[in-house]
Nanobody
């Protein structure tokens, strides 16, 4: 497991942008799939995006594709989620999560597959 520290989030009007960051303490993201999930009140936790750290390949949910960008900063050992053209439906608590990379397999989008989680950060988008 890895200790994940999230930052960013906050309040923004619809159409605006926010950036979330996730950093790992005590180890690097090497050989990890690092993802963002979100959970709105009364809803299940849902996959947003993931980056396979070593290859840099990224994957997105259909609901955020084209609006959100997940990126890595290997020098800072941090992962960012740039969120553009935000909608009220994007309002949720956003969680950073990580799991060991399993080579030659597809990334996993199920929350239950991730064994390291951050504390969550609130994103609120007003209409």
């Amino acid at each position: 497991q890895v200790h994940l520290i999230e930052s960013g989030g906050g309040w923004v009007q619809a159409g605006g942008s926010l950036r979330l960051s996730c950093a790992a303490s005590e180890r690097t993201f090497n050989m990890l799939d690092v993802a963002w999930f979100r959970q709105a009140p009364g809803q299940e936790r849902e996959f947003v995006a993931v980056i396979r750290w070593n290859s840099g390949r990224t994957y997105y949910s259909d609901s955020v594709k084209g609006r959100f960008t997940i990126s890595r900063d290997t020098a800072e050992n941090a992962m960012d989620l740039h969120m553009n053209n935000l909608e009220p439906a994007d309002s949720a608590v956003y969680y950073c999560a990580a799991r060991p990379t399993v080579l030659f397999t597809e990334v996993v989008r199920a929350p239950s597959a991730y064994d390291s989680w951050g504390q969550g950060t609130q994103v609120t988008v007003s209409s």
